[in-house]
Structure formats: C-alpha cells, structure tokens
C-alpha cells in the first residue's frame, strides 16, 4: 500500500511547540491505523503539502513520526531531500518512487537539499538515474510512484467545475468575470508550480514520459496523488492512475485522453498476474460498504518471439557488410560537400565468424537489451556471471536524435526512413567502424587498460528469445563489460573490484584513503588525443580498485566503447561549421597532427579537472614521451593488421597508420596545448569530513594549495596538494564540501591567482592573514565563522547552484556565427548576421557573460543596421547588468503615414518609398535584468539614444516638414529613455501552442536633452492567450490584446503609439497608423493537422481564420479621428 503524498494538511508537520501540531498528528494517526490494519507492506512518499512552511524540516518530522509509530525504518521513500528509490518487489515488478515535488521546489530555499544524495545532485543526473531504472528493470512491470501526476484532467490540469467561474476562492466569495479571469490565466498561464501547465511541471512531465516511450521497458505505469479524484488515463502509451480522494474530493473530467474520472472519495489497486498483466481497480465507499467502480486491463501480458521460425543449423562463418551498397554509392559533389569519411567501409562485406550463443565463450545467456544514445546492444553473462556487451555495428540514428535532440518529445517514428535519418547514417561513417580491434595492441604498448573486442556475425536464434524481435541478422562487436566479475582480467590490470566513474566520485568525497592514479588516469587521457577518440564522458570509463597494504584505495582508468576512434569528419560542411560554431569543432579530422585540444577534449575535459587536479605539466610531459618512448613504429602498423582481411589493405589503413606516427611524433606539443588550456582554470576538492585548506602565496606568482583532513584539530593526511603558477593560471575554485573545515590564506607572493572558495555544508571555519583575489562563497542561511579576512570578499547565499560541487558543471566558452534571411514587404530582402559569444564562469545566471552582436543590410531601402547586447551575470544576487547599444546608418527607414486612423497611404499614387522616413539612429544603454522562475523576467533600461532624420526628396515627411523652413527638426536629437519591462511567457509547445499566455508590459519615459518640455511617459501592456476548444487539442483560439498610452508633450513622430503589420494590424504596412495612444486585440481559430512524415522531417501543419481589429487616438480625445479598423486574415 502506498500513500502518496500530501499526507497532512494543510502545510506539512509542524513543530512540537506549534498550535497545529496536534491536527496534524490526527492527519496522520488516521492514516497509520490504516497501514496497522493493512496485511502487507505500507510506503509513505510526500507530496507538496508535506513540503510547505519549513521545507525538509517539516518532511523530516513527518518521516519520523510516522517511523516511531509504525516501528518501521523502511516505510518513508525516497531518503529525505532526495529524489528516487528503486525497490525490488519480485523478479517480475519493481516500484520506482520518486519524490516530484523535489523536483519543482526552489532549490535556493532548502539548503541543505541533495546533501544525503550520493549521485543525484542536479535534476539532470535525476533522468540519466531514471533512464538507468527503466533500462536496469526493462523486462518487469514497472510502477512508479510519484505525487504528481503527469496527465490529469482535474483542477492542476486546467479543468475547473462552474462554480469555480463564480467563486474563485476557498471563502465562496462570489467573483464572476473575476473568476472567469483567475481560472483563465491559472489554466493558460502555469503560474503555479503545483499545475501541470506549469513550466517546470512540464518540463518534468515531458522529460519523465519521453524516457518511458523511448525506454524498451514496454509495460510501465505510473500512480499519483494531488488531486483529490480518481482517473485513469493513457496517453500515446502512457499509463497513468491518479488516486488522491482518501479524505478529499474534487472535479475531475473525461478529456484529453481520460478513461475514467470520479470527483468522490475512494482509492486505485493495481493488481500484476502471473501471465505479466496488469489491472488497475477502482473502488468507494458507498453506505458503509467499499464498492468496486471501474476496472480496465492497464498492461497486456508480453509478447514473445516465435523461435520455430529459426533455422536449427548455422555455418561457422558469414558474410555481411554494415550498409547496403546502395548507401555508400554516393556522388562527387556529396562527397566534397559531406565528406569521404569512412564510408566505403560500411558498404565492404567482410566474412565474419558467426556467434552462436549458446555455445559461444562456453555459453550466453541475454540479460537484457542496452546501448547508449546511438549503439544497439544486447548485455550477455556466462555461467561464471562475467557479462559481455555485444552491440551492433550499424547504429541507430533515430536513437540517437530521440537521447540527444528532442529530450522532452517523443520523434521516432516521425523520423525513420527520412533523409535526415539517411544523414545521420552517414554521419556515423565518420567513426572507423572496425577502429576498435586496433586498440588492444597499441593500449597495451603503453600500459593503457582495455577491454579485448571481437567481431561477429550474430543471426537470429533461439538464445535471443523476444530479443530477435529487434536483434540479429547482422554485424555485432563482442566486448567485455568492466565489471567485478573480470577482476582476473589481465588486461584491466587484475584489481580487487571495478567501479563505475559515479562511484568512484562518491568515494573521493567520501574519504581521503580512496585517490585516483592520476599519471595512469593522464596517460589513458593521451592516448585519447593520440587515436582520435573524442568521446570520452564519464559513462566511457571504468576503474580498476586497488587496494595497497597502506589502506590506500588506488583507482586506475579503463577506458570503454572506443567507437569515435579515428574520426575523420571531412569535407565542405563540417569545414565550414568548425569556422562558425565553436563546439562542432569537436567534429575533427584525423590529421597528423590535433588543432584545437580544447573542443577535442569537451567530452572529457571536466573530468581532466576532476581526476588529475594534482598534477602539474611535468606529470602530462612525462606521460606523453612514454607514449612516444614505448609506442614503435612496427607496433602500430603491427595493430593495424587486427581488422577484418577485408578492411585491412583498404587505403585508408595507411593513412590512418601514417597519420597516428605523426601524431605519436607531436604529442608534446599536442599535450602543452591542452595543459596550457586545462591549468587556466583550476579545480580542487576537499572531502565531506573535516579538512583544513591553507592557500599559500609563495615566491614568482605562484600560489601553493594544501588540503588536509582534519583529525583532532591537526594536520593529517593530505587528500589535495599543488603549485599553481600566475602564467598559466587564471582562477583556482576549492570546493571544501562538506563538514566543518577550516580554511587558512597566508604569503605576500606578488601576482596573485584569483582564488575562489566555495565552503560547502555545515560550520566553515575561514582564517585568512591575506585575503587580497581571494573570493568565499558560503551559505547564508547557515552558520559559519570568520576570524579573519584581510581583504577577501565575501558572499554569502543560499544559491544552490554557486554552493554545488558539480563536476559536470559547463565552464566552457563558446561562439556561434549564424547567418540570416529574411523578406518583408517594407524592408524587401534581409541579409543579415549574428554572432554570440558566451562565457560560463564561475558566477552565472544562467551564463557568466553573454556578447550579442546582429547585422542587417535590407535591399528595399539600401539601409542597414547593426546591434549589440552583453549581459553580464551576478551584479547582485540573481540580477544581471545589460549593456547594449545600436547603430542604424542614415538610409535605415521608418515608415510614417501620418497621424490617426484617417491617414492615408499613397503608395498607388507615388511608390513604397514615399512613407518611408530615413532615421539615423545611434544609442547606447545600460540596464538590469531579473529572470525569474517559470518563464518570467524584469528588465529596467536606460538609454542614449541619438537621432536624426534624414532629409529626402519626393518623401511624406518633407512634404509634411519643409526642410527649408524647419531645418532643425532634420539635425539629431539626443534623448534619454528609461524604461521598465516585465514579460511572463508559458506555453505547452512554443512552436504550436494548444495552451498558453503571454503578458509583457512597458513602462517608461522619454526626455529630450536639450529641451526637458519635449518629454513623454508611456505605458505598453500586451495580454494574449492559447487556449485549445477540442478534447483531441487541434482546434485552439489564439487571443491577443495591445497597447500603448503616451501622456506628455511635443514628443516626435517615432515615438509616437503605432499599429501595423508587427503590432496588432496584420495585413497592413509597418507603422501603419500613429497616434497619442493605441489598441489592437486580435482572435485567431487554428486548426492543426495530424503531423505526417516527409522525405526529410515530420511536419505539422495548420490552417487559422482570424480578425484584428484596432485604432489609434489623439490628444485627450476618445472618440475623434476615425473608427475601429478591422483586418480579416487568413493562413
């Protein structure tokens, strides 16, 4: 029996001393005699209410309570302040409890949240664990268990009962209009973290289903809380129970995929036969009686394979190629534009021994099906328990896009057999697909672990079972699996145990005897750079666990999956987008010699920082000439004998051989290129137990870092120690972790390296004799102790990211140079660029810096414009410095009709240019920014703008302005315009919203500097909603409202209140109509149609019908100058 969530209302476990207490003790004391009567296993999980008021603190005392009187430690999931627990509940079901309001908390407001947690510290790592459950159990019944349900149609679905359009609060005060107007934009507008049109919520909804369709695991189904109804629904596979009416009811609907709804009390079962189906029962309570109400087959019994269709002999060998030969036949001018790669050798058969499993490495048996997010792979074990991964050598390019891409939205059937899906083919063929089998004999030359691969035809078979469904009848790559049960393996070094790379940081923090061989971990990484093998994540390694007679814990690197090995991305296009996009050019060729380390090494080189923070350039030199001391000639090309008789005398063999000696030849230069980049920014971590940390300012620019544990108050082991040096580095972050350290600075070295402290949990003890570029970053909201500073700068906050030890945190800086085109009527043909260039430091929000530079030259008017904008994180607590400035050249244009609705374009008369008024614009500002949770931000800016009109003949403005008799008006005026904007934006799907709003408001003022009179204050409000009319969501209403009120005088004819084609009057030219103030509302009716595949990508389209209807006014006058303006559109 699981409760799930808001177990007391209406704000969790108070304190003893507090006057609620004893409510909420009944709360849950009604809820523990039912768990006493209960003959079965009882689980507690929370939900947000049991969250509210004190955050943990309220969970904790809850957890405890229910604990003391249940006399079971094992009754609350997951762990307090965590967010996941797997249970085994047979061999055929497993129960995955997640805590969802984990999830959308305000991390910044619960300090002390993750702490307990070993692996999952940010919510991305909570999907990688979620994926690895749904992989892990994919041949069992899943249930998961969370508060929040991920489909409803009750009150945090947007679905209200009539009354609530009359009394929009719990006091029945009645509100109508008001009502209508709350649940309008409660419903569209995901203002509360607790609906599920709630951008977060969503964000949790998409990623968490998206893992489940995409998972292999076919039979998962998920209960929830949170309302206070009874449902069943499933959506597009996703089985969903909601059963939150124990004690309360609600309103629920039949919509949007709903199978059944009841707004009276009850509770759900699920009930998982032996055959492997499920049920989901439903019942209440009627005249004292339970009473069974609904029941519906939730998962059907799995289907198996039938193996009398398999033949009952094999031969020994197969030939077989990766591709058909129709896909690697392809055009000179493809090849120059997507390169030659390795594509001929996907299309070459070789004669492969066959792999029978049964028989093969003295018996197999299938675990269950794996891969990551391109390779196909089965896990296999022997009768000794040694597993094996057996993946195929064609990948999966729909995998691929679905892992990678589209995270939050289920794409794979809408891309399979497309051209994008044909690219993604061809893409792959980069990678050397038989590399692999060259690596045991160059890896073993220079005292690098690996693992030992074999190629193999693997054909359909009874000892694949249901897994002949989708395996089979094609080329495969035997390898082992690093795990405990190869301990004897030679070629991993003979260990005690082997750890997966999250271990291995749980275990560093853990205690100071575990430390990683970092000249082996360095070597490994050098021998990346030396093959080419760009893909080098955490999930790539494992490490051999060596335990010495000292008690130290030794962990040596195994590097794994070497399918990038001698990538070679040539041709036109990857040329061009490394010169354009930064991160592509991490998509290198392999030459004789690496170009640009630090993209090479993306992958990885967060790990670089972590794995190897002791040693210095003479650690990387030294292991870079045994490399080229130990790795021969006659060894490599020897190494290169181990592919497939076919592949081998292929001319790209040679090239690769000829390249690698080359490569062998210059990797110190390869190695201090990438030091150089590495030691720039330098990361050290203490413990979570007691440590001292002493910064020392010694001789030359250098600064020594120690840290030691903290035993009794003394110096102890040392866990960290290095030398930096001020000419090659920039910044030091030490994150202390957790427990009570101690943090010392002393020396009066010159040149000091900017040094950050980040101190971690509990009470941190600082004592610094000279504090000058040292930074500490400790929680506000806790104790900490500051005997001396001497210059250091302090900031203290709760935020959850600054006080993080995340080893994946993303320090890299970027640019992107993106091209664009454009046309409208007014500008005709648009040509333009932009570049950004992103800086992610220390300090981020989300970024450190951000440079937003846009050019644009349009053909219509000869005119151009260019644009910049820097945000600049951390001015002060979660607020951003904006600088921006603009130029636009004197043939830019406006466009000016005059003022009112009466005025009139002459365009049939005279031409386009005729309106148009040439404005010469140059300004620069300076602002802030505020982003705030779900969508919203606040920005308030100041600008000095300089303007100047341009006189031109034949022209509406000078006819309108003599230039003779008005020369003034044609010289430019500098003004100053500060303004403030807030913007709240949510949709269910940007590019084709079924629900959503949007809210954006301007208030601001305008002086001119030479004459304060020429001023005005404005007001642009601008309201606008998505709301879908049908249960099967594709016809929808898009409403929008608009406007600007100008209050002040003399102000110009640019900063008057406009409507056009931009803004409010689709149809007409841009700045159609002018006047003091104006208002535009505009409704739409859309149809979308069901989404259908094409040669390239799935598409969607749609048709709308729709009006605008607006006008402006002038003066204080309401009812002069002309009528409403209507446009009827259609699309």
């Known amino acids: ?186 419903t569209s507008g995901g203002i509360s973290s607790q609906d599920k049109q709630n951008e977060r919520y969503q964000e949790m909804v998409n990623r968490v289903t998206t893992l489940a369709r995409s998972s292999q695991a076919a039979r998962i189904i998920f209960a929830s809380g949170h309302e206070h109804t009874l449902q069943y629904i499933e959506n597009d596979g996703i089985r969903q129970i909601v059963s939150g009416s124990g004690s309360k009811q609600s309103y629920a ?65 197969a030939k077989a190629s990766i591709y058909e030969t129709e896909r690697t036949d392809v055009s000179g001018f493809y090849e120059s534009v997507w390169g030659n790669k390795y594509r001929d050798l996907y299309g070459i058969e070789v004669n492969a021994k066959v792999a029978l499993l049964d028989t093969l490495y003295g018996g197999l048996e299938v675990v269950r099906a794996g891969g990551g997010h ?9 009768k000794d328990g040694k597993e094996y991964n057996i993946r195929a050598l064609k990948k999966s390019a729909v995998q691929f896009l679905q892992t990678t891409v589209f995270k939050e939205n289920q794409v794979v059937e809408g891309f399979e057999n497309t051209t994008t899906e044909d690219l993604l083919f061809d893409f792959y063929t980069a990678a050397h697909p038989y590399a692999a089998l060259t690596i045991p004999d160059l890896a073993s030359a220079v005292g690098v672990y690996h693992t030992n691969p074999e190629v193999f035809y693997l054909p359909k078979q009874q000892a694949l079972g249901k897994y002949n469904n989708d395996y089979g009848d094609e080329l495969y790559l035997l390898v082992e699996r690093p795990e405990e049960n190869h301990k004897d393996l030679l070629s991993f070094g003979k260990p005690d145990d082997i750890e997966s790379t999250a271990d291995v940081f749980e275990r560093l923090r853990r205690d100071e005897k575990y430390k990683i061989d970092e000249p082996h971990y360095i070597k490994a990484r050098i021998f990346d750079m030396l093959i080419g093998d760009w893909d080098r994540h955490q999930d790539q390694w ?53 170009t640009d380390v630090k993209w090479f090494n993306t992958a990885a080189n967060y790990l670089d920082r972590a794995l190897a923070q002791n040693s210095d350039r003479f650690v990387w030199e030294s292991q870079a000439r045994y490399i080229q001391e130990n790795l021969t000639d006659e060894q490599i090309e020897n190494a290169f004998k181990n592919l497939p008789a076919e592949i081998y005398p292929h001319e790209s063999t040679q090239v690769i051989v000829e390249n690698m000696k080359k490569r062998r030849d210059n990797l110190l230069e390869t190695v201090n290129d990438y030091y150089d980049y590495l030691a720039s920014l330098a990361i050290m971590t203490g413990t979570d137990k007691d440590d001292i940390i002493e910064i020392n300012r010694i001789e030359d620019g250098k600064t020594e870092v120690t840290i030691y544990r903290n035993k009794d108050g003394e110096k102890a082991d040392i866990v960290a120690q290095r030398v930096f040096d001020s000419k090659d580095t920039n910044e030091i972050w030490i994150y202390a972790l957790d427990d009570d350290d101690i943090i010392k600075a002393m020396g009066t070295g010159k040149n000091k390296i900017k040094v950050r402290v980040i101190g971690g949990q509990n009470n941190d003890i600082y004592d610094l004799e000279e504090g000058k570029a040292i930074s500490i970053y400790d929680h506000k909201s806790k104790d900490n102790t500051f005997k001396a500073k001497n210059g250091a700068r302090v900031r203290l906050s709760d935020n959850y990211d600054t006080n993080l030890y995340n080893p994946r945190k993303n320090i890299l800086t970027s640019n992107a140079l993106t091209p664009a085109i454009g046309f409208n009527p007014d500008d005709g043909f648009k040509l333009g660029i932009q570049n950004v260039y992103t800086v992610n430091g220390f300090n981020r929000n989300p970024h450190t810096r951000v440079h937003k530079i846009t050019a644009g030259y349009y053909f219509a008017t000869n005119g151009y414009d260019i644009n910049y904008t820097g945000e600049f994180a951390g001015v002060f607590n979660g607020v951003n410095l904006l600088v921006n400035g603009r130029f636009a050249g004197p043939t830019f244009t406006e466009n000016f009709f005059g003022i009112g609705n009466d005025s009139e374009n002459l365009q049939d008369d005279f031409d386009f240019d005729y309106n148009r008024v040439r404005i010469s614009e140059a300004t620069v500002g300076l602002g802030i920014k505020y982003n705030g949770e779900y969508g919203s931000n606040l920005t308030i800016l100041s600008n000095l703008q300089g303007i100047e009109v341009e006189e031109g003949n034949e022209r509406f403005i000078t006819d309108l302005i003599d230039p003779e008799t008005n020369p003034d008006f044609y010289e430019r005026k500098w003004y100053v315009d500060t303004k403030a904007t807030y913007n709240y934006e949510s949709y269910d799907n940007k590019l084709n919203p079924t629900r959503g709003m949007i809210f954006e408001t301007t208030i601001g003022g305008t002086i001119a500097t030479e004459d304060v009179d020429q001023s005005l204050l404005y007001f642009k409000p601008k309201l606008g ?20 009120i100008n209050v002040g005088n003399n102000y110009q004819f640019f900063q008057l209140a406009e409507l056009g084609q931009n803004n409010g009057l689709r149809g007409y030219r841009t700045q159609r109509f002018s006047g003091q103030r104006s208002f535009a509302a505009s409704g739409d009716l859309r149809y979308s149609f069901n989404e259908f595949k094409t040669g390239l990508i799935p598409l969607q389209m749609g048709i709308f019908a729709g009006a605008d209807v607006g006008r402006v006014w002038l003066m204080e006058s309401l009812v002069i100058n002309g009528t409403m303006i209507l446009v009827v559109v259609f699309g």
């Open 1 to 186: 029996m699981i409760f799930l969530g808001d177990n007391i209302y209406p704000v969790g476990m108070p304190d003893k001393d507090d006057s609620f207490r004893s409510l909420a003790e009944n709360h849950l004391n009604a809820q523990i005699a039912v768990a006493q009567a209960f003959d079965g296993k009882t689980i507690f999980i929370p939900g947000n209410h049991d969250w509210y008021d004190q955050g943990l603190k309220n969970v904790e005392r809850e957890k405890d309570y229910i604990e003391k009187a249940l006399k079971d430690k094992n009754i609350w999931e997951p762990k307090v302040g965590c967010p996941l627990e797997s249970i085994e509940i047979s061999d055929d079901v497993q129960l995955i409890i997640l805590d969802s309001q984990w999830y959308l908390a305000q991390w910044d407001k619960h300090p002390t949240i993750n702490d307990d947690c070993d692996q999952i510290k940010t919510r991305e790592q909570l999907f990688l664990e979620i994926e690895g459950e749904f992989k892990k159990n994919q041949d069992k019944v899943i249930l998961v268990a969370m508060h929040h349900p991920l489909y409803t149609n009750g009150v945090h679905g947007g679905q209200y009962a009539a009354t609530k359009h009359l009394f929009p609060t719990q006091r029945n005060i009645p509100l109508p209009l008001i009502a209508s107007l709350v649940n309008q934009v409660r």
């Open 253 to 317: 609907t039949l919509s949007n995929d709903g199978l059944f709804a009841y707004g009276g009390k009850g509770f759900a079962r699920f009930d998982i036969l032996k055959d492997g189906s499920g049920w989901v029962r439903y019942y209440t309570l009627r005249n004292g009686k339970v009473e069974l109400i609904y029941t519906v087959q939730a998962i059907e019994k799995p289907k198996e394979f039938d193996i009398k269709q398999l033949p009952s002999s094999y031969p020994a060998f």
């Open 374 to 382: 391109q390779t196909r792979a089965l896990r296999l074990k022997d």
């Open 542 to 594: 494992r490490w051999s666990e060596f335990e010495l007679e000292d008690g130290t814990h030794l962990f040596r690197a195994i590097p794994r999956d070497r399918d990038q090995v001698y990538s070679n991305f040539d041709g036109a296009l990857f040329a061009t987008l490394r010169t354009m996009i930064g991160i592509t050019n991490q998509f290198a060729t392999y030459d004789e010699q690496l």
């Open 1025 to 1044: 909603f998505y709301n879908a009319i049908s249960r099967n969501r594709k016809w929808v209403i898009k409403s929008t409202i608009l406007g600007q």
